[in-house]
């Protein structure tokens, strides 16, 4: 089975940048989607931004604009580019992906906390 690791979580002041990295442990190219979603204390987990097999993507209203999403098939890695970070960007980010079977693979999460 495929292991999803994001990595590249951490504090950062408002209007910051940071960007997460998600590297699967093997191809992504089969998967039908990935993307990120975040949780918030005492929040629900909410999707926050995809790519489609088709290099399409989808952002939540709240971050269109400032995070980008992107695949890199060769290095089996999907990144989310966060610029103008928000307080309330604060969260821990998730990597998901849904196999050709329908199953949802979840990393182990990254934690981003946008603070002065």
């Known amino acids: 089975q495929v292991q999803l690791v994001e990595t590249g979580g951490g504090l950062v002041q408002p209007g910051g940048s940071l960007r997460l990295s998600c590297a699967a442990s093997?191809?992504?190219?089969?998967?039908?989607?990935m993307g990120w979603f975040r949780q918030a204390p005492g929040k629900e987990r909410e999707l926050v931004a995809l790519i489609m097999s088709s290099g399409n993507t989808n952002y939540v209203d709240t971050v269109k604009g400032r995070f980008t999403i992107s695949r890199d098939n060769a290095k089996n890695t999907v990144y989310l580019q966060m610029n103008s970070l928000k307080p309330e960007d604060t969260a821990v980010y998730y990597c998901?992906?849904?196999?050709?079977?329908?199953?949802?693979?979840w990393g182990q999460g990254t934690q981003v906390t946008v603070s002065s």
């Open positions: 998901n992906a849904a196999t050709p079977a329908g199953r949802n693979l």
């Open positions: 093997g191809s992504i190219l089969t998967f039908k989607y």
